[in-house]
């Protein structure tokens, strides 16, 4: 049996390693914690001992952290910010959340999935002040990353230092065409691709960059016709006829059952993952919390109703 195991750490432990280091003096940091200095070096050298490791320097103008002491720092702040989070949560329970949160959501995903997400927080969550931002995962992500916003739907990420980025579904993108066009509904082959004038996002947006790398892998020079930086504009001109467009069906769900445009798979099949991200712990609030996790059951109601065309991970 290691030595930790026999010695249990306490937040008292952590509270004192925090004083420590944000005063640099043993003195000082005793003062914060309305302890007598003797008692705080023999608590903090008794923590060594159980831990096998010098967690301080000793000099005779203060005290620096070891590398051991730097880590254990770390996980200090954490665990204590985890603590604090834990108690408002509790805190929250007994009153009804509130505050302001804010949703970023792609033009695609938005057409099928903002006013269900809107209208069950709302109903369940009703003095939450939502902000509901939609534009092109790209950007979403560098609010984000920013803080600029609370969380976002996005496409094709993966956890960061301050992101958490959790995966919801995978897409597969459709060839989108006009009504009564030349085209069948069965999936359409890549190579065939590169005859369709083509409306697209421009390279700002996140998707046309992977559209080109799949095609070039695939050995197609893509048509891209026109270029178009607003998704339900860019809907209208594919069902005016002059255009088509690579998309995911979600984006269009409502025209093709309206018969305004046709949509078939490619193939091979170009997907992409639908994500959730948010910033981490130290950054949000309980109420992004609850939403967050609001928003990702909607996500998964909607796939698993097959209103959005998507497979669940």
């Known amino acids: 049996m290691d030595k930790t195991s026999q010695f249990p750490l306490k937040i008292q432990h952590l509270t004192a390693l925090i004083a420590i280091s944000e005063t640099g003096s043993m003195t000082?940091?005793?003062?914060?914690?309305?302890?007598?200095?003797?008692?705080?070096?023999?608590?903090?050298?008794?923590?060594?001992?159980?831990?096998?490791?010098?967690?301080?320097?000793?000099?005779?103008?203060?005290?620096?952290?070891?590398?051991?002491?730097?880590?254990?720092?770390?996980?200090?702040?954490?665990?204590?910010?985890?603590?604090?989070?834990?108690?408002?949560?509790?805190?929250?329970?007994?009153?009804?959340?509130?505050?302001?949160?804010?949703?970023?959501?792609?033009?695609s995903t938005a057409a099928v999935a903002a006013l269900p997400i809107i209208e069950r927080l709302s109903i369940r969550y009703p003095k939450i002040r939502l902000r509901v931002i939609e534009t092109f995962s790209s950007y979403l992500w560098k609010w984000l990353q920013n803080g600029d916003i609370d969380m976002a739907v996005v496409f094709d990420r993966t956890p960061t230092t301050d992101?958490?980025?959790?995966?919801?579904?995978?897409?597969?993108?459709?060839?989108?065409?006009?009504?009564?066009?030349?085209?069948?509904?069965?999936?359409?082959?890549?190579?065939?691709?590169?005859?369709?004038?083509?409306?697209?996002?421009?390279?700002a947006n996140g998707f046309r960059a992977a559209l080109e790398a799949y095609a070039k892998k695939h050995g197609v020079t893509l048509n891209v016709a026109l270029e178009i930086d607003a998704g339900h504009h860019l809907v209208k001109l594919v069902a005016s006829g002059r255009y088509h467009s690579v998309l995911a069906p979600c984006a269009?769900?409502?025209?093709?059952?309206?018969?305004?445009?046709?949509?078939?798979?490619?193939?091979?099949?170009?997907?992409?993952?639908?994500?959730?991200?948010?910033?981490?712990?130290?950054?949000?609030?309980?109420?992004?919390?609850?939403?967050?996790?609001?928003?990702?059951m909607e996500c998964r109601n909607l796939i698993e109703s097959g209103v959005w065309l998507a497979m669940l991970l």
């Open 252 to 296: 269009v769900r409502d025209e093709i059952e309206a018969r305004q445009v046709m949509a078939q798979p490619i193939q091979p099949p170009l997907t992409r993952t639908v994500c959730l991200a948010r910033r981490k712990l130290s950054e949000t609030s309980s109420p992004v919390h609850l939403v967050a996790d609001e928003v990702a």
């Open 28 to 107: 000082a940091a005793a003062q914060r914690l309305n302890l007598a200095q003797p008692a705080l070096s023999i608590a903090i050298a008794r923590l060594e001992e159980r831990l096998g490791t010098a967690l301080l320097h000793r000099e005779p103008r203060g005290v620096q952290l070891t590398e051991a002491g730097r880590v254990l720092l770390v996980r200090a702040y954490e665990i204590l910010e985890l603590a604090q989070l834990s108690l408002r949560e509790l805190d929250g329970l007994q009153r009804e959340p509130q505050g302001e949160v804010s949703i970023g959501l792609p033009s």
């Open 163 to 203: 992101l958490h980025c959790v995966p919801l579904a995978r897409e597969t993108m459709y060839l989108v065409s006009p009504p009564g066009s030349q085209v069948r509904l069965s999936p359409v082959d890549i190579s065939k691709l590169g005859s369709y004038p083509l409306a697209m996002p421009s390279r």
